[in-house]
């Protein structure tokens, strides 16, 4: 190839690159200025204490702080000890490389499909929508995605701790628990808050599972609604009142993944300066 | 002083063959250089000492080495009290994610030691250790701070009072000095100087001129095979084998 046309090649890709990036810049700011217009507007500080039947949205935050917080909390206890059981020192590698396969199947899996599983399942048992169903289904949803990336913390540990650390006469679990946890928090908290925001912003895990209501959740056994659902409903009426409070709902779940992954990033830095 | 004594030792990494039918005696006290070539087995050899080999896969080792008469790859043997025994200072130093004095106070802590048993004790064994690594000045107003806003130089040190802490009979160092600035190198061969009175430290280096300044015993491998030892003097001045004469006019490095 000529040094011209090497030049051209070069110059050929930059622009196909740079196009890329901006018909992906132009689609995302398009979607968060029409998120940002239409529900900024009607998002109100009254919307936040009212629930539906006042006309605000305070409903479905707090359930979706209560689906998001119950179900994470409940992925957690599981999808730690399983990545702290896929290890290196633990697991051989190739359990391991067919457990991160599964958990990458199951991470790619649409959450209706855990959504109809877990109504199937109600179903037979004759239980109701609730919020405890719609925790137990949302933690199914956050478990894979918590797992893999917990499991990508510890393998990302470097040898030489659990060389060092066995040297000094340190067991597996010694090493796991005062020095692995440790040097891996900040990747282990990326991991969690990366399976909550996934959580709170999914609305087909929870559609057969929570319910829908107008009213604050009483109790782990009552339906419970959430904004992702108060958007697909809401936007669905005739009623432009009703459909104002999905736009400030939209803008709304927005904040909030925002501010998880904004804090979630402070943290994992903060961690990570001030790693003892 | 420890006694250690290899007998007929294979060690394989897969189907890779590493060591092969390795026969020693280490004499007691003193600094042993294991030298040799790079990729001859000298990191291999010395992890098969406090059976670090373990962490590897597919490795599989055959023979005994026995420390103090006991085979310690005989079934159910002790790992934690041969790792108590044994220390190892690694290639290249890794503090573990705790404050300096944690760090040194670390392996004692998890053997209970007595030196460890309350705070005063604990901060006494932890200046003690870091006197001895030479690093106590350069830490001492810090010991709470994060042991890796440490020097590349100083955390080697600090692996080594951390080594040291777990009261260990014999000192296994895999080319300790070889991620170091050379100053660092001159303060931490210092150490292993002053150390000789009291451990066995098996030293492995592939720096000959290392070994000429601080070897006691040396022990020369080639391609797995253990092919000259002896005090350093003879070593050094009478080789007898060609392979260590070659190496040590620098025909094969």
Known sequence: MSRTRRCRMDRLARWAMGGALGILGIAFAGLLLSVVMRGLPHLRPSMLLADGQGGGIAHALVGSLCLGAGASVLALLLALPAAVALQRAYAPPRIAEAAALVLDLLWGTPSIVYGAFAFLLMVWMGVRTSLLAGILTLALVMVPVMTRAMTEAFRSLPPELWEQATALGATRGEITLKVALRQALPGLVTAFLLAFGRGIGDAASILFTAGYTDRLPGSLMDPVASLPLEVFYQLATPDPTVQSRAHAAALLLLILVLGVTLISRALARRASRHRL | ?253
């Not at chain 2, 590493?18 to 020693?24: A, S």
């Not at chain 2, 404050?99 to 005063?120: C, K, M, W, Y």
């Open chain 2, 1 to 253: 002083m420890t006694h250690i004594h290899i007998k007929n030792l294979h060690v394989a990494y897969g189907s890779h063959t590493v060591i092969e039918g390795l026969d020693l005696e280490i004499p007691d006290g003193g600094i042993v250089a294991i030298l040799g070539p790079s990729g001859c087995g000298k990191t291999t050899l010395l992890k098969s000492l406090n059976r670090l080999l373990d962490l590897h896969e597919d490795v599989t080792v055959r023979g005994s080495v026995l420390i103090d008469g006991e085979d310690i790859y005989a079934p159910g043997s002790d790992l934690l009290a041969l790792r108590k025994k044994v220390g190892f200072v690694a290639q290249r130093p890794f503090p573990l994610p705790m404050s300096i004095h944690d760090n040194v106070a670390f392996g004692a802590r998890l053997h209970e030691l007595p030196t460890v048993a309350d705070r005063a004790a604990t901060s006494g064994t932890v200046e003690r250790h870091l006197r001895r690594a030479g690093l106590w000045e350069e830490v001492k107003h810090r010991l709470d701070a994060p042991a890796k806003g440490l020097s590349i130089g100083q955390q080697q040190r600090l692996s080594l009072a951390r080594a040291l802490a777990v009261e260990p009979e014999v000192i296994l160092a895999d080319e300790p000095t070889s991620a170091l600035d050379p100053l660092s190198v001159r303060i931490v061969e210092a150490q292993f100087r002053a150390l000789r009175q009291d451990y066995t430290v098996l030293l492995v280096t592939h720096i000959l001129r290392q070994a000429r300044r601080l070897a006691d015993y040396v022990i020369f491998l080639y391609d797995g095979h253990l092919v000259e030892h002896g005090p350093a003097e003879t070593f050094f001045n009478a080789p007898v084998d060609p392979r260590t004469q070659a190496y040590l006019h620098g025909e094969i490095s």
